[in-house]
């Protein structure tokens, strides 16, 4: 379960007896900062990795661990770098497409037509979405 103390104790009187005997283990913010101490962690971050914490499908069999949340905190940090933006000259970005272009079309001449696409189907797209975005841009 996760939310606010109300909320749990609400869903956890719904659920269950008022005098019946439970475990009851709890993650907050402050236990994630602490245990991943040495990891540089913001409040922020601490605090979506006790939102998922709820999600993970073996927490009741194998419980939490400190492995358990290097692995969401690594899973959180290759989200946000994929969701980065990075700000670019177009003239340095135009180089670096024709540089891939060039490669994709090599990869094409050598292993036949459409293998880079096949090869490399995320890169592919995202030189597509970078070509259209410049082109945009530019008015044409």
């Not at 606010?4 to 402050?30: G, H, P, Y």
């Not at 994709?104 to 050598?110: N, T, W, Y």
Request: glycine residues 4%.
């Amino acid at each position: 379960m996760y939310g606010t103390v109300n909320e749990l104790c609400a869903r956890l009187l719904q659920r269950f007896k008022s005098d019946e005997l439970m475990t009851l283990i709890i993650w907050t913010k402050e236990d994630v900062l602490a245990v991943l101490d040495d990891e540089s962690v913001t409040e922020e971050t601490a605090a979506e990795i006790v939102q998922q914490i709820c999600g993970l499908d073996a927490q009741h069999d194998y419980g939490v661990s400190l492995e358990t949340l290097q692995a969401v905190l690594e899973n959180i940090r290759k989200e946000e770098k994929q969701a980065r933006v990075a700000t670019v000259p177009a003239a340095a970005l135009e180089s670096a497409l024709k540089v891939a272009w060039d490669f994709m079309r090599l990869e094409d001449a050598q292993n036949g037509e459409g293998a880079s696409a096949r090869r490399f189907p995320a890169e592919t797209a995202a030189l597509f979405r970078i070509s259209a975005l410049l082109r945009e841009q530019s008015g044409e």
